[in-house]
């Protein structure tokens, strides 16, 4: 991916998350155990996963996919946030941030659509337990996972391609700390109106798709548990989709809740302090609730 513009400015410089010295080096430390965790958790998730032959099924394989996702997602721009706190200026280059940008909007685009195919995979699992083999085969489960990391792709092709048609002539320093597309906008030198249109109607359309898929699965769900008349059957069925819930729940509540308010008047500073939970604390916490609600369902 070649990255050339008419920019005249060849590198940023990342403020991180904050400017107080005395709370950089606590930081340094709550967010490197933040990362450690998170790389522990999800590499043992796909770890078992990958040993345990008894885990090879399609809801396993998605929980593989979305902990792979999780894992690359916070290598994308950790390290560069933990330099934020212990070097006086984080530079970065202009390759190196739409570099960090494309990835970024990449996994996180992809997690979307993966965490979609496992609603549906719930749903198939509860309400048609008969066909689920069928349905849910090798194959299909494949071409699914294939499809979301084809979403992602596209979608950060063209975030990424929007953002190097920009002109960055001015300040080239970046308050937050990584290189997402509103602290970006908000340096360049030229119109964002398109790049603004663009990203809306992207995030728009895979949100609301995404939505509307998982909400159907399990209102139907929820429907079919209403009718169960097994109390097993219905605590095995709350026990494999809680966990899924919580995730969804998180990773769609704060990442929709920071792009509304950085869309509107709040601050970018503000806005950054509120994006740690859906890049930091989201990745850190899914192995947990995959774990959890894996183990409830199989006492069940």
Known sequence: ?????????????????TDQPELQLPLFFLFLVNYMTTMVGNLSLINLICLNSHLHTPMYFFLFNLSFIDLCYSFVFTPKMLMSFISERNIISFP??????????????????????TAYDRYVAI?????YIVTMSPQICSLL????????????????????????????IINHYMCDIFPLLQLSCSSTYANELVMSVIVGTAVIVSSLIILISYALILFNI????????????????????????????????????LSSDWSMGQGKFLSVFYTNVVPMLNPSFIASGTRMSNLL
């Open 226 to 261: 209403l009718h169960m008349s097994s109390a097993e059957g219905w605590f095995k069925a709350i026990g494999t989709c809680g966990s899924h819930i919580i995730t969804v729940g998180l990773f769609y509540g704060f990442g929709l809740i920071t792009h509304v308010k």
């Open 96 to 117: 190196g941030c739409i570099t960090q940008l494309f990835f970024f909007c990449f996994f996180v685009h992809s997690e979307c659509y993966v965490l979609t195919a």
């Open 127 to 131: 309400c048609k337990p008969l066909l």
């Open 1 to 17: 991916m070649a990255v050339e513009n008419d920019s005249s400015v060849t590198e940023f410089i990342l403020l991180g998350l």
């Open 145 to 172: 996972m294939l499809g979301s990391y084809v979403m992602g792709f596209a979608g950060a092709m063209v975030h990424t391609e929007c953002m190097m048609k920009l002109i960055f002539c001015g300040s080239n």
